[in-house]
T-cell receptor, first 116, second 115 residues
Framework: AQSVAQPEDQVNVAEGNPLTVKCTYS??????LFWYVQYPNRGLQFLLKYITGDNLVKGSYGFEAEFNKSQTSFHLKKPSALVSDSALYFCAVRLPYSGGYQKVTFGTGTKLQVIP | EAGVAQSPRYKIIEKRQSVAFWCNPI?????LYWYQQILGQGPKLLIQ????????DSQLPKDRFSAERLKGVDSTLKIQPAKLEDSAVYLC?????????????FGPGTRLTVL
């Protein structure tokens, strides 16, 4: 069974400082990994994904994430936080086809609060 | 490009009543998903359609929930009868293609309150 963990319910960071939102996963195989952001009263928006290749993935709004296979992590990062980055962030994992259907599993979410 | 549309945005009902939600995915997207998001939790997949066929409904409480996708485009999710624990946001999403590497595009969701 696959699972994904976001160990921090909330992350606070000062505007202009670098931010990191953590995600670790547990799967038997090479996963596809995703980050989504959810603004208040809105649906989730895709930020970035790791499929294969370069471990550093760049996405929307200046976000990037680093895939670390040995640590089974896919942390979301941004060099300089903006107040408008304040939102709920979800990590998700999915396995490639292996003779059967693989559903996507979402983490419980991390609330990012950027302080002016 | 128009996004995923959902209606209604909000719904309040009494327990044991019925309710239906509607979703119109992005044009041309073959795959459609319904999720249940309870406050403080991540989205939980209820059902996934590929065109108008069901790919996965293993987490759909089939004694009270049903869903259909009309002609492989629009979809409706119904709850009958509703329970208090069904209070949640119901999200519809679609993706271009059927591969597990495709990102999903989400609608704004329907917030259901069961009293």
């Amino acid at each position: 069974a696959q699972s994904v963990a976001q160990p921090e319910d909330q992350v606070n960071v000062a505007e202009g400082n670098p931010l990191t939102v953590k995600c670790t996963y547990s799967v038997s195989g090479n996963p596809y990994l995703f980050w989504y952001v959810q603004y208040p009263n809105r649906g989730l928006q895709f930020l970035l994904k790791y499929i294969t290749g370069d471990n550093l993935v760049k996405g929307s709004y200046g976000f990037e994430a680093e895939f670390n296979k040995s640590q089974t992590s896919f942390h979301l990062k941004k060099p300089s936080a903006l107040v408008s980055d304040s939102a709920l962030y979800f990590c998700a994992v999915r396995l490639p086809y292996s003779g059967g259907y693989q559903k996507v599993t979402f983490g419980t979410g991390t609330k990012l609060q950027v302080i002016p | 490009e128009a996004g995923v549309a959902q209606s209604p945005r909000y719904k309040i009902i009494e327990k044991r009543q019925s309710v239906a939600f509607w979703c119109n995915p992005i044009s041309g997207h073959a795959t459609l998903y319904w999720y249940q998001q309870i406050l403080g939790q991540g989205p939980k997949l209820l059902i996934q359609f590929q065109n108008n066929g069901v790919v996965d409904d293993s987490q759909l409480p089939k004694d009270r929930f049903s869903a259909e996708r009309l002609k492989g485009v629009d979809s409706t999710l119904k709850i009958q009868p509703a329970k208090l624990e069904d209070s949640a946001v119901y999200l519809c999403a679609s993706s271009d293609g059927t591969g597990p590497y495709n990102e999903q595009f989400f609608g704004p969701g329907t917030r259901l309150t069961v009293l």
